[in-house]
């Protein structure tokens, strides 16, 4: 989002998203669940990998 120049609102109507929505994916209390995770590096043109090794 910093190297796009993207601000949370941006991203939440990108995502057709209420801004607690956004405010709850960036609060690292939340359990952000990996959906929601991956929708929003999308928006982003981004991709989320996970490996486990």
């Known amino acids: 989002m ?8 941006e991203l939440a109507r990108r995502l ?3 801004m607690p929505q956004v405010d709850r994916l960036f609060n690292l ?3 952000s669940k ?3 995770i991956e ?8 991709q989320v990998f ?4």
């Open 39 to 46: 929708a929003a590096a999308h928006v982003l043109g981004k």
């Open 34 to 36: 990996l959906d929601q």
């Open 29 to 31: 209390r939340h359990a």
């Open 50 to 53: 996970i490996q486990i090794a």
């Open 16 to 18: 057709g998203w209420h």
């Open 2 to 9: 910093t190297e796009q120049g993207i601000k949370k609102a």
